[in-house]
T-cell receptor, first 109, second 110 residues
Framework: GIQVEQSPPDLILQEGANSTLRCNFS?????LQWFHQNPWGQLINLFY???GTKQNGRLSATTVATERYSLLYISSSQTTDSGVYFC???????????FGKGTHLIIQP | ETGVTQSPTHLIKTRGQQVTLRCSSQ?????VSWYQQALGQGPQFIFQ???????GRGNFPPRFSGLQFPNYSSELNVNALELDDSALYLC?????????FGPGTRLLVL
């Protein structure tokens, strides 16, 4: 099956800092998503981005499908950005999503 | 709020028992999938239902089974519980391939 690697595993930043999270995947995909999981376990969709670039406020994402990686950018971090960020991919059909192990982000005031 | 609800929020069971977890999807979402998330790991795909039929399954044994109902609700059943089944169980509903996750059920098996 498809392998998903996320880096870094942990990231501690001060409020206001910018960050870049990376997701590498081992095979071609037709679905790539970024999620934020809050401390209570709720997974929130951030981006559906199998290719190209998208922006939503302080967050943006870029996927280079031919090179099998995606980047999530967080600018001007706030304490509410803390949590675990997951990249998940799917080859299509009823495969289900394959998640990486996540990046645990802590934003300190 | 994703419009997807799950019950119960927490559950404690004993090894060998059976458990049923429930999920209520967004109205109109004809696909529901279930995931298991162990502590410190990413969610793992259990199976997917489309129009009340299982159409995809991850690497989970047959004692994990499910049902999807016409009213957009679904169930995950786990028989013969093992200690390693302790995890957060997430359901996700979708219409166009973009899943919306519920808040999860935390299961502890003692």
């Amino acid at each position: 099956g498809i392998q998903v690697e996320q880096s870094p595993p942990d990231l501690i930043l001060q409020e206001g800092a910018n960050s870049t999270l990376r997701c590498n995947f081992s095979d071609s995909v037709n679905n790539l998503q970024w999620f934020h999981q809050n401390p209570w376990g709720q997974l929130i969709n951030l981006f559906y981005i199998p290719s190209g670039t998208k922006q939503n406020g302080r967050l943006s994402a870029t996927t280079v499908a031919t090179e099998r990686y995606s980047l999530l950018y967080i600018s001007s971090s706030q304490t509410t950005d803390s949590g675990v960020y997951f990249c998940a991919v799917s080859g299509g059909g009823a495969d289900g999503l394959t998640f990486g192990k996540g990046t645990h982000l802590i934003i300190q005031p | 709020e994703t419009g997807v609800t799950q019950s119960p929020t927490h559950l404690i069971k004993t090894r060998g028992q059976q458990v049923t977890l429930r999920c209520s999807s967004q109205s109109g979402h004809n696909t529901v999938s279930w995931y298991q998330q162990a502590l410190g790991q990413g969610p793992q795909f259990i199976f997917q239902y489309y129009r009340e039929e299982e159409n995809g399954r991850g690497n989970f044994p047959p004692r994990f089974s499910g049902l999807q109902f016409p009213n957009y609700s679904s169930e995950l059943n786990v028989n013969a519980l093992e200690l390693d089944d302790s995890a957060l169980y997430l359901c996700a509903s979708s219409l166009d391939g973009n899943p919306y996750f519920g808040p999860g059920t935390r299961l502890l098996v003692l």
